[in-house]
């Protein structure tokens, strides 16, 4: 029970963050170069991958890891 309760948690913070993400961008507060705006992607995936693999959702969790690895990769490739 106490899994199903982090992992729904883990869901809502996840969302919570992709979905600010890309609020703040479509109103020009954030570019999607901005080191923010892929931080708060990196981070909402990373949470939503955690969800998927403790439920069990293989097909999203290949989703949200290379959503993850894409805005990481963006976040190195813009500090240099």
Known sequence: MEIELFSEILSY???ILILSAF???TRNLLNSKDRS???LM???SGLLAI???LIYEWAFLVLEV???LA???AIVK???
């Open 13 to 15: 913070v996840g969302m």
């Open 23 to 25: 609020l703040l961008e």
């Open 37 to 39: 705006y892929l931080l």
């Open 42 to 44: 990196a981070a909402g």
């Open 51 to 53: 969800r998927a693999l």
């Open 66 to 68: 290379i959503w993850c």
């Open 71 to 73: 805005a990481i990769m």
């Open 78 to 80: 813009y500090q240099r």
